[in-house]
């Protein structure tokens, strides 16, 4: 219901309860029983769904650092409303006492909503196409592999303390795989050590006079569990904006292609890379100036985005594009033969004069460019600093000779 909202419509809460009822009769509960229980269970949804529902997707989805803070809140507050109707339902159901029944209740929806909730909440929206991938390195196993190792040592050595051996295996985790990774490690090493730990140093309930002790446990399961969850959603957010930001410094912000030192940047490492021949293309709007008096600004960030956009359909993926200048753009490709660079710059300037650039209120905007080629003809050691000056003479001579027109440097 909080990734699909459309969900949380009366239907979807009655069959809900329609399936808790079923699968607590068919497994053997009386009417009784299973209404009791699902009361508890229905109830704490409820309010665990009134506390979250309103927050962004993106920290329902556990992408954001406060993400965790709020599930945590929202698992108390389901919890604790759970242990408010098990206070009721432990005397009627299993001869105990209202406060045992409260503790019990609590801390049973708490763990639970912990150890599920965030594999729900972080699942992959979509199924990604299916790309074959190499095999994860021993770098990228060793966290699941400390992982492992921790659980074993956890039940080697025993202890009230076991429970926290597995703790900085998964905070590892959580700096290295996704959210959704992270939550399925989670998730298993939280029913693990419910199911071995707890059954082994933990005592039944009517052995000992503090039944507090099996509390007292799931609790600090649950604060343990919840600290890899946060970390990888923190870690998750970093690299999110670390990503933006440096797509921000290395890409222009108006067509989306590199900017001038990411060009220049790349441009070089691909020059010194040693491939046998290439081509280096400086590109002119003609007559923007005209376009931006006539259409304004608007005008001309449109005929800006189109031109990107049109010479980018002209290029393959490894060739480089970007803005060195106002209306002024080069383009690097590698492994390119003299006549290859000149079919490739006529392909450009026709896509441009054939293709009227429109505006949002349909007006048409013809464009040309003028085009200078400099080539690299024995390899690509070339210094890219003299290549564009070769090709920005080529330029000039174009806009010179009439525009709209290609010329090669000398």
Aim: glycine share 8%; hydrophobic share 50%; proline share 6%.
């Amino acid at each position: 219901m909080l990734r699909h909202p459309d969900a949380a419509r009366p239907f979807g809460w009655i069959a809900s309860a329609g399936a808790f009822m079923a699968a607590d009769l068919l497994t053997g509960s009386s009417l009784q029983v299973a209404a009791l229980l699902n009361c508890g269970n229905m109830v704490s949804i409820g309010i665990a769904y009134l506390v979250l529902r309103r927050l962004p997707q993106d920290v329902i989805r556990l992408r954001q650092p406060m993400s965790v803070p709020w599930l945590f809140a929202g698992c108390a507050a389901g919890g604790a409303v759970a242990g408010l109707v098990g206070m009721a339902a432990n005397p009627i159901l299993f001869g105990g006492g209202m406060w045992r029944g409260w503790q019990f209740w609590f801390t049973t929806e708490l763990v639970n909503y912990v150890t599920v909730l965030p594999m729900v909440l972080a699942f992959p929206s979509r199924p990604r196409p299916p790309v074959r991938k190499p095999a994860m390195s021993l770098r990228q196993l060793a966290p699941l592999i400390a992982l492992i190792y921790s659980c074993l040592a956890a039940k080697l050595v025993g202890g009230p303390g076991a429970i926290a051996f597995p703790v900085p295996a998964l905070l590892w985790c959580g700096l290295s795989y996704p959210v959704f990774r992270t939550c399925i490690l989670t998730a298993f090493c939280g029913y693990w050590a419910m199911e071995t730990l707890a059954n082994q140093y933990i005592l039944p309930a009517e052995q000992t006079s503090d039944a507090f002790n099996l509390v007292s446990f799931r609790l600090g399961l649950s604060m343990l569990f919840i600290a890899p969850i946060m970390l990888t959603s923190i870690t998750a957010n970093r690299n999110a904006a670390y990503d933006m930001l440096m797509h921000a410094a290395n890409h222009d912000g108006l067509t989306g292609i590199a900017n001038r030192n990411a060009f220049m940047h790349s441009a070089q490492t691909i020059c010194r890379s040693g491939d046998p021949a290439g081509a280096l293309l400086m590109l002119d709007l003609d007559f923007f100036k005209s376009i931006n008096d006539r259409y304004g600004h608007a005008g001309g960030d449109a005929v800006l985005i189109g031109f990107a956009q049109r010479v980018r359909e002209c290029l393959r993926g490894c060739d480089l594009f970007g803005r060195v200048g106002g209306e002024e753009f080069a383009v690097l490709i590698p492994n390119c033969s003299r006549p290859g660079a000149i079919l490739v710059a006529e392909r450009i300037r026709q896509a441009l004069n054939d293709h009227p650039i429109i505006l949002s209120d349909s007006r048409k905007i013809h464009i040309t460019a003028s085009i200078g080629v400099a080539m690299a003809e024995a390899d690509m050691s070339a210094d890219i600093g003299q290549l564009m000056a070769q090709a920005d003479d080529a330029l000039y001579r174009a806009k010179s000779a009439g525009r709209n027109r290609i010329e090669m440097a000398d």
